[in-house]
Nanobody, 123 residues
């Protein structure tokens, strides 16, 4: 079992930046691929970014490619999402997720989820 706690959300103006953090506790962090997803009101949860167990591979949604960067620090058992050039359409609750055997864009591939952190981008 692993527990995930997100932080770093908040209110920012369009064009601004935020850095989300997800701290993991429990089993060996490096055993998990990590992902970030988001859910806006009235919409389904959507994939944002993912990083492999070692950090050697990353995936991004087309909507955030070039603006967001995912990174992990296995020594600190944390994963990060640096978000630059934020747009109002990035407004959502952001969740981190951990997958032991699978990773990718499909949320069903992940085993554990955090409680989420709100990101609001004003125009």
């Amino acid at each position: 079992q692993v527990q995930l706690v997100e932080s770093g959300g908040g209110l920012v103006q369009a064009g601004g930046s935020l850095r989300l953090s997800c701290a993991a506790s429990g089993r060996t962090f490096s055993s998990y691929a990590m992902g970030w997803f988001r859910q806006a009101p009235g919409k389904e949860r959507e994939f944002v970014a993912a990083i492999s167990w070692s950090g050697g591979s990353t995936l991004y949604a087309d909507s955030v490619k070039g603006r967001f960067t995912i990174a992990r620090d296995n020594a600190k058992t944390s994963v990060y999402l640096q978000m630059n050039s934020l747009k109002p359409e990035d407004t959502a609750v952001y969740y981190c997720a951990a997958g032991m055997k699978n990773w990718g864009v499909n949320p069903t591939r992940y085993d554990y989820w955090g409680q989420g952190t709100q990101v609001t981008v004003s125009s």
